[in-house]
């Protein structure tokens, strides 16, 4: 049975650093063309994907918000770590970790974790 | 291009047949996949690939692709249906991820 839990603070101050954590179950990390990704949806509106790492340590991560993130994998402890600094209100949002299956001509996420709700507020 | 365009809503009535559509340049290259999501939950795959369906996900859901545009079909829509719906596609370097904006289907 794969399952995905997202962990980290519920609230953090603007320019503070947000430190996600994704502990996933039922596979490995180390999985060929498995993967996890780091989306984000803030309240009423659409998803946003922000990155993805894959089990040969391939990342990739939106344009919009290269220079902020960083995403890092611990195979042996079934975790994926997503750093996010210097954030805003904006940025107020529920995060999600999903598993990520890469095929010659498609991607696609099979299985989300419940997601975590980070509101950034002084 | 790395943009996804989907319809902000759409509407069906019961039992009959809906069309989502999601047009990007990236599509003309890559398959699209379907979330649904409805209200509090995660969302979840539905389509992916050429034409896939997850475990669980009934016949009623369908995909095809044509150009720079993916298609969702719901034959025979049921008021469970009733969610907001994302296409995911990697964009046109094929190095990223990113979604439409969603659509927004009503069962009437």
């Known amino acids: 049975q794969v399952t995905l839990k997202e962990s980290g603070p519920v609230l953090v101050k603007p320019t503070e650093t947000l430190t996600l954590t994704c502990t996933v179950s039922g596979f490995s990390l180390s999985n060929a063309r498995m993967g996890v990704s780091w989306i984000r949806q803030p309240p009423g509106k659409a998803l946003e994907w922000l990155a993805h790492?894959?089990?040969?340590?391939?990342?990739s991560y939106s344009t919009s918000l290269k220079s902020r993130l960083t995403i890092s994998k611990d195979t042996s402890k079934s975790q994926v770590v997503l750093t996010m600094t210097n954030m805003d209100p904006v940025d107020t949002a529920t995060y999600y970790c999903?598993?990520?299956?890469?095929?010659?001509?498609?991607?696609?996420?099979?299985?989300w974790g419940q997601g975590t709700l980070v509101t950034v507020s002084s | 291009s790395s943009e996804l365009t989907q319809d902000p809503a759409v509407s069906v009535a019961l039992g009959q047949t809906v069309r989502i559509t999601c047009q990007g340049d990236?599509?003309?290259?890559?398959?699209a996949s379907w979330y649904q999501q409805k209200p509090g939950q995660a969302p979840v795959l539905v389509i992916y690939g050429k034409n896939n369906r997850p475990s669980g996900i009934p016949d009623r859901f369908s995909g095809s692709s044509s150009g720079n545009t993916a298609s969702l079909t719901i034959t025979g829509a049921q008021a469970e249906d009733e969610a907001d719906y994302y296409c995911?596609?990697?964009?046109?370097?094929?190095?990223?991820?990113?979604f439409g904006g969603g659509t927004k289907l009503t069962v009437l």
């Open positions: 995911n596609s990697r964009d046109s370097s094929g190095n990223h991820n990113v």
């Open positions: 999903a598993r990520i299956r890469r095929e010659l001509w498609f991607d696609h996420f099979d299985y």
């Open positions: 790492i894959f089990s040969n340590d391939e990342k």
């Open positions: 990236s599509l003309r290259s890559y398959y």
